[in-house]
């Protein structure tokens, strides 16, 4: 999908005014669906899908944080016997805590290689998931201004040196201008839901970003 023609929803990519600092709790997805350990691997997809999510927090019998439960979880589980949520887990969580600042949380996400932060209380109870989704709108609310270059990654597969199309058969992925700002390429992942971006000089595809590399510049202010 190629936006450089495209502009942004009227309004600007932020309807908000920048924020130097923002809390998490401003961005997290709140309440949040839980399982138990003793969830069968059907319960736990019945979840996923009514409340379209791609992971879902396993909490004890107080309520108590423990682990976490993903799609990719279910798809490498074993068939027989029906596995739990405490058999497919993964643990222990990255956590953040609601107050915490944004920028922190992008960080501790680039850091651990994950894509989605539970939030708790002092006791541990599920309040909240950040997800990189989540931080995205945020880097769409800061002056980001550096453009995608400098934060792509080069070289790029040869397969599509030279030709953006050749990257079509991925509907996540779409080609912006290499000199876009961050800020504006953000908007434009949120707006599409592409999870990868080509960036492009004279036609040719001279980069390639992921969602992680832009929270990744919020991470570093």
């Known amino acids: 999908m190629n936006l450089d023609a495209e502009r942004l929803p009227e309004g600007g990519p932020c309807s908000s005014p920048p924020s130097p600092h923002a809390a998490i709790r401003s961005w997290m997805s709140s309440p949040v669906a839980t399982v138990r350990e003793g969830a069968l ?10 409340r379209k999510v791609s992971a879902v927090p396993v909490v004890d019998a107080e309520g108590t944080l423990v682990g976490i439960v993903s799609s990719t979880d279910l798809l490498n589980a074993p068939e027989t016997p029906t596995p739990t949520a405490a058999q497919l887990m993964t643990a222990p969580v990255v956590i953040a805590r609601p107050d915490e600042d944004v920028g922190e949380a992008a960080w501790r996400m680039v850091a651990a290689h994950v894509h989605r932060l539970v939030v708790v209380d002092d006791d541990q109870h599920v309040v909240g998931v950040l997800s990189t989704s989540d931080v995205l709108r945020e880097v769409m609310c800061r002056p980001l201004d ?3 270059r400098t934060i792509m990654r080069a070289p790029v597969h040869p397969a599509l040196r030279g030709d953006p199309g050749a990257e079509r058969t991925s509907f996540e992925t779409l080609c912006l201008d290499a000199g876009i700002s961050i800020q504006k390429a953000a908007a434009y992942a949120v707006a599409t839901d592409a999870r990868r971006i080509l960036a492009v000089e004279d036609g040719h595809v001279v980069g390639l970003l992921t969602w992680t590399d832009l929270i990744g510049a919020l991470s570093r202010t």
């Open 146 to 148: 550096e453009p995608i």
């Open 41 to 50: 691997a059907s319960e736990i997809e019945q979840v996923l899908s009514s």
